[in-house]
């Protein structure tokens, strides 16, 4: 029973990332997404099992099983750099809460490594608890606060994810939150106003950071074989709207 909770689905593992939190840190990405964001640009993490990635250079497959032990064993080989670096290592995804029985296996056996969870909230109030108890920090991301517009470029309904911030703000793990800025989306000042009122009184809160898209997105999926069609249009140019935060007192910056 054991040794079959304790494996998990992981499509990449990145070396020297310096934007999944704060100093160098490994990333580890874990594979399966409950959400269908129109603009994902990490198609090959949406589906829970290993796929063929073709690509210019040929095809690889993406996901591969690891136990806890032996993922934990190799991240703790870079530990003494990582905490030189004041870094450590980050579970993201697709969606690491859809695995997160596994993550808290790996967490456990880490040696004292910072870790960040990056996460869409999107979880049962288990998974989520199991995983945010054991980790140094949050990247929690809001994207749509308008249910209806939500369900419609996510797949999902938001309740769950606003039920998880609410979790997130009354325990003790900080966090911070992240706004992926799609043109015609989530950029509108009607949405980021929203997040504002929504955040701007959350304890635990350290920032808002505001992520705008970024138009590689189209490759990988035709490298995964997937149709590409963004109900969107990609070149528009992005309401970058910094003063909505400020003025509700929320720390923000653009990454
Ligand atoms: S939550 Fe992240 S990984 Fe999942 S579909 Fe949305 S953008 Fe992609």
Redesign the pocket.
Same mark, same amino acid.
């Given at each position: 029973m054991g040794a079959a909770m304790s494996t998990g689905m992981v499509f990449d593992i990145k070396e020297f990332a310096v934007h999944d939190g704060p100093g160098v840190r490994t990333t580890v990405f874990l594979k399966g #997404?409950p959400?269908? #964001?129109v603009? #994902?640009h990490?198609p090959e /993490?949406?589906a829970p099992l290993p796929q063929l990635m073709r690509g210019a250079a040929g095809s690889r497959l993406a996901g591969r099983t690891y136990t806890a032990q032996e993922l934990a064993q190799r991240l703790n080989r870079q530990a003494a750099i990582l905490q030189a670096c004041e870094g450590g290592v980050t579970f993201s /995804? /697709?969606?690491p809460l859809q695995q997160a029985e596994f993550v808290a296996a790996v967490i456990d056996r880490l040696d004292g490594l910072h870790v960040v969870l990056d996460t869409?909230g999107y979880a049962g109030e288990h998974a989520f608890q199991q995983v945010v108890g054991r980790v140094d920090l949050v990247y929690f991301?809001l994207k749509l606060i308008d249910p209806a517009a939500h369900a419609h470029y996510?797949g999902v309904d938001n309740a769950p994810i606003l039920r998880n911030l609410r979790r997130l703000a009354d325990g003790s793990t900080p966090f911070v939150i992240r706004v992926p800025l799609i043109p015609g989306v989530t950029d509108g000042d009607d949405n980021l106003a929203a997040i504002a009122a929504t955040v701007r009184d959350l304890p635990g809160l350290l920032r808002v950071d505001l992520l705008p898209y970024n138009q590689a997105a189209g490759a990988k999926y035709r490298a995964a074989g997937m149709a590409w069609t963004p109900p969107f249009d990609p070149s528009r140019p992005l309401n970058i709207n910094t003063t909505l935060f400020e003025t509700a007192n929320v720390k923000v910056s653009v990454a």
């Open positions: #997404c959400l269908r #964001c603009w #994902c990490n /993490g949406l /995804g /697709g969606e869409s991301d996510t």
